[in-house]
Structure formats: C-alpha cells, structure tokens
C-alpha cells in the first residue's frame, strides 16, 4: 500500500519512456513529486471535508508522519534503486491484467478511503473519544508499518505494485521473508490499522477488517500466480509456512 503500496494504488500509471537516463530521472523524479503531491491533497480532502474542519489536530499530525515515513523511502529508492521506484508507480487497476485482481484493486482503493471518511465524520459527530496521547503513539506504529515496508523494498528489487513475474526475478527468502512470505502486506496493514486510531477514530477499524480480507484475497491469488510462474516459489512456501502473521497463518 508508494512508493509505498497505497501510494502506488493511488497513482496509477505515472512513468513513461524516456530517451535517455537524464530524461528518464527527470521523469521519475517529476512524476514522483507530483504523485506525492496529489496523494496528499486527496488525503486532506478525505479528510478535512467530512470533519467540516481543518482545526482537526490529530489529521495534522497523521498527514505529517505519513509523509515524512513516504518522503524517506521515496529518497532511498531514488538514491539506491530507481528501478523498484519505477516498478511501484506502474500500478492501479487499470495495471492489473487479471480481471480479478483489477477488480481486488479497485475494491481496496475505495476502502483505503473510506478509512480517511470516516475518521473526518467521526470528529465532526464526536463518535470516539480518543485521548490524544492514544493518536500520537498511534502514529509511532503507523510509522512502524511504513519501516517495515521499506526494509522489504530494501530486501525485495522485485517488489512489484502489480501481480507479476520479472524476467531475471528471484524468490527472495531473507530479512522479513524469512518470517512470512508477504511481509510488505504486514506492514500496510499494520499502518492501516492505526491509521484511524492516529486520527482519533474507532470506526475506522471496521473498514481495516473489510480492506484486510481483500488484501488477504489478494495474497492468495498472487501465491497462486507465483506457484505456476516463478521457480522455487512452492520450496520456499515449504520452508516459510506462514502467508502473513507469525505463528497464526
């Protein structure tokens, strides 16, 4: 859920070709701030709008650690691996080329928002009453969702946005991937989850339980692609038995 994966659902197909390396990191730099950009103004929108107010502490705060934690990963990847920053912008249903998966997409675009919604309604009606001590270390585990995320970047070059098998790519089986098979999953989900609650909602938690099993429907028909596409995908499934939590499943 990007550079990060919600940043990519969210951006779409942003990189085009360009003549040489100058133009080509002139692009992606280009694209990649302006994506960052409209991410973040879509997200005050969602919102600000319902909250009826930009007097809403806790949004500001979140808005800050969501994009400092992208900003950072994003300068990473620009510095160490352009190609995986290439690859995470190539991304949105429309990327997809399963029909299913087009549509798990759309599915978790629409709930990620809903997230924000719901948070600005319930400051607007006061639904939750949520110290502010509560939000801010909140937002130390959302920040902790996005380390995760960038240490599987980090780990995993192939990290693709979409479903798919790159020509020369690898089954990675360190780092993270030594725990679960989908720790980039674990992560997003981790900063979903307090994401509401960094800003001052309850409620949110609701639409985290219908965007996880999408997610989850979305690692099992991504493990059955790898299975028949990328080799010595079934032996590392042997050997790392979990798809998602430690322990649990």
Not at 82 to 100: I, T, V
Not at 105 to 133: E, K, R, T
Request: charged content about 15%.
């Amino acid at each position: 859920m990007t550079i990060l994966h919600i940043f990519s659902l969210s951006m779409g197909h942003i990189i085009n070709k360009a003549d040489n390396w100058g133009d080509y990191m002139d692009n992606i730099i280009g694209k990649t701030i302006s994506g960052f950009i409209m991410l973040i103004v879509i997200m005050g929108i969602l919102i600000f709008l319902p909250a009826w107010t930009i007097n809403y502490l806790q949004a500001w705060i979140y808005l800050l650690t969501f994009s400092l934690s992208t900003i950072l990963i994003t300068i990473y990847l620009l510095k160490n691996d352009q190609e995986l920053l290439k690859r995470r912008l190539n991304a949105g249903s429309s990327a997809e080329k399963e029909k299913s998966q087009k549509n798990i997409q759309l599915m978790a675009s629409v709930f990620f928002c809903l997230i924000y919604i719901i948070a600005g309604l319930d400051y607007h009606f006061h639904w939750s009453n949520i110290p502010l001590y509560i939000s801010l270390l909140a937002n130390i585990f959302v920040m902790l969702g996005f380390f995760i995320v960038f240490l599987v970047f980090k780990e995993n070059s192939y990290t693709s946005a979409i479903i798919e098998v790159d020509k020369d790519q690898k089954v990675i089986s360190t780092g993270m991937y030594s725990i679960v098979r989908h720790p980039m999953y674990f992560g997003a989900i981790l900063m979903l989850v307090f994401s509401g609650v960094a800003l001052g909602s309850y409620w949110g938690l609701l639409i985290v339980v219908a965007l996880t099993f999408t997610i989850v429907a979305r690692l099992l028909n991504e493990e059955k692609f790898l299975f028949k596409n990328l080799s010595g995908y079934d032996e590392y499934c042997e050997k790392v038995p979990y798809h998602l939590i430690p322990f649990i499943w």
